[in-house]
């Protein structure tokens, strides 16, 4: 059986097929690994969710920003964006059986060897603090009144963990670190105002993986959601593997038993 972990579909449906018969991917023995954002801003997103969910155990996908974001517009508490491409998904006849499916999805992955999930883990987070959050934000999206989270998700603040944080205030922390994060100060507070490259950043911040002392730096990190990194980090024990399909150029896989890689033009 061999494992592999893809970067950001984002509605690529196409792109992610030809990956997969570049890799010879056989459902009957291998495994998938998602890194998050399955949807949104490619043109098939509707199509990329019904393929996931039909692949049954032999998938792990983690939700990111862009599922998120269908969730809240599904459950009525956020409106579309203009660049948001989930008509086909919320008018769907499956659509409930569907965003249903989504809000099953962890935050966290985790084998022996790995750790997935969308963006990365805080700096202040060992892995099994990591694990134990994870499940607090997992429980209500999966609870009977997932919009009233959903409702209070957005925002930027609290930037910091803190491990007194109670509340919406802590669920929205632990989402931020979990599927926004790219930048941090060297404390580990989160900026989630600057977007640009890394060429053009304030000189305060710094990838969240290279903060001195990061508590999960002996965990093997797997994540998406940064396509400015192509793909590439300078650290040890993290793989970004968003390297930016839905905006023409590539969506790759990393086969977890020999850490090759495999990309296709999108």
Request: net charge negative; hydrophobic share 40%.
């Amino acid at each position: 059986m061999t494992t592999y972990a893809i970067g950001d579909v984002q509605g690529c449906f196409a792109p992610l097929q030809h990956l997969l018969a570049h890799i010879s991917f056989d459902p009957a023995q291998d495994t998938l690994w998602f890194t998050g954002d399955l949807v949104n801003r490619g043109p098939q997103s509707l199509e990329v969710l019904r393929f996931v969910k039909t692949l049954g155990d032999k998938h792990k996908t983690v939700l990111g920003n862009h599922d998120l974001h269908l969730l809240a517009v599904a459950y009525g508490v956020r409106t579309l964006h203009p660049a948001d491409t989930l008509d086909a998904i919320l008018t769907a006849p499956d659509r409930e059986e569907l965003i249903d499916w989504l809000r099953h999805r962890p935050l966290l992955h985790e084998d022996q060897e790995y750790v997935m999930t969308h963006a990365g883990l805080a700096p202040e987070w060992d892995r099994e603090q990591a694990r134990l959050l994870a499940q607090e934000v997992e429980v209500v999206l999966r609870s009977e009144t997932p919009a009233l989270f959903l409702e209070q998700m957005y925002g930027n603040k609290p930037d910091r963990w803190d491990d007194q944080l109670t509340g919406i205030e802590r669920l929205r922390c632990i989402t931020n670190y979990f599927t926004r994060m790219r930048f941090c100060d060297a404390d580990g507070r989160l900026d989630l105002n600057y977007k640009g490259d890394m060429a053009g950043k304030p000189k305060d911040l710094i990838p969240w993986f290279e903060v001195k002392n990061r508590a999960n730096a002996d965990v093997k990190i797997i994540f998406g959601h940064w396509a400015a990194l192509d793909g590439k980090a300078d650290a040890p024990n993290v793989y970004p593997l968003d390297t930016g399909c839905v905006w023409g150029n590539c969506l790759t896989a990393l086969r977890l038993e020999d850490k090759k890689r495999f990309a296709v033009k999108c």
